[in-house]
């Protein structure tokens, strides 16, 4: 019966001394979720304010994200959230003391950066695309340039590829197999639209070029 109490006593004490810690994670793993929150509706905001959203809208991918019910602005939003919980939860662990769990919750947090260069290349590179892409055809449309079409949607469709490339490349994916067999393709797909484009572009501007010259002169003149 003695030992029964002595370990009874025991036990209560390491949890009474113990106590502190539980206490200290929960209050982490509390403040955590609210900076989280707040973090995360804050940079939402911010990037709904600079057309963010907008912006990809205009774009076949921002228009593909959107029919799935999702944007980017929300995908921001739980990535923030989501950084902060993590760190708030390697923090309460290691109050804890707990190793294994807190190696864990480090690697973790490691690799949210990965995710977040990924997402940025992913936005900005489509961004970027659809804006050079949308100016070339506006100007071969202007310029009554034949096939500008069918070649701005290749170049387009090829400068994804590239762009998704670069992302994962940031998530440590081991792509060496893709650049073996793919891409010595995309370059000889790159230069081959690359040149598509200026023998049409010649051709076309070809008809157009003593037009060209004498709005050039009218405007000296002026």
């Not at 979720?33 to 991918?61: H, M, N, Q, Y």
């Not at 950066?113 to 489509?126: D, Q, R, S, W």
């Not at 076309?204 to 010259?213: C, V």
Request: hydrophobic share 60%; charged share 15%.
């Amino acid at each position: 019966m003695a030992d029964i109490m002595s370990q009874v006593s025991e036990m209560v004490g390491g949890v009474v001394i113990f106590l502190p810690n539980i206490i200290a994670a929960i209050i982490i793993l509390l403040i955590g979720w609210i900076i989280g929150r707040v973090l995360g509706k804050a940079i939402s905001v911010f990037l709904d304010k600079i057309g963010v959203d907008d912006a990809l809208r205009k774009t076949e991918p921002g228009t593909a994200i959107e029919k799935s019910g999702l944007s980017i602005v929300h995908l921001f939003d739980v990535i923030v959230r989501i950084f902060v919980y993590l760190i708030a939860i390697t923090a309460a662990t290691n109050v804890l003391q707990i190793e294994s769990l807190s190696r864990m919750m480090a690697a973790i947090v490691a690799y949210i950066p990965n995710i977040v260069a990924f997402v940025l290349i992913l936005v900005v590179g489509i961004l970027l695309i659809d804006f050079f892409a949308d100016w070339m055809e506006r100007y071969g449309t202007h310029m009554e340039i034949a096939l500008i079409g069918p070649m701005i949607l290749l170049v387009r469709l090829f400068l994804y590829f590239v762009v998704i490339i670069l992302a994962l490349t940031q998530l440590a994916f081991d792509l060496t197999i893709i650049y073996l067999f793919i891409g010595p393709l995309a370059w000889g797909v790159g230069l081959g639209i690359g040149a598509a484009i200026a023998i049409i572009v010649g051709f076309g501007l070809k008809d157009r070029a003593p037009e060209i010259m004498d709005r050039l002169f009218c405007q000296v003149k002026k």
